[in-house]
């Protein structure tokens, strides 16, 4: 909640302005028709959403270094976790194909 407050702020003090809404099914827009109006996408995964978060510091900043570092190690650990598991859909998918 802390760093939610904290980037509101910030983009209160940056004097950022929001984009305007989108009344459309982004998920039936084609890449380029997204790119257009401007809407970007999030990380596809925890990894690139780590990433993104060392990238920027306010998160750093918001928790202080300790609970960062923590943080980012446990969503570390979490990533490690799921990306060596194989998942139903993954048996689903390929088991009786191969």
Request: hydrophobic fraction near 40%.
């Amino acid at each position: 909640m802390a760093v939610i407050l904290r980037a509101g702020l910030d983009g209160i003090k940056k004097q950022l302005t929001p984009p305007a809404p989108v009344n459309t099914n982004i998920f039936k827009m084609t890449d380029e028709e997204r790119k257009a109006a401007g809407i970007e996408s999030l990380p596809g995964g925890l990894k690139r959403a780590i990433e993104a978060m060392q990238a920027d510091g306010l998160v750093r900043e918001t928790l202080g270094e300790h609970i960062y570092s923590k943080y980012v190690e446990a969503k570390n650990l979490e990533w490690d976790s799921y990306r060596v598991q194989v998942h139903q859909w993954e048996l689903d998918r390929y088991l009786a194909r191969y």
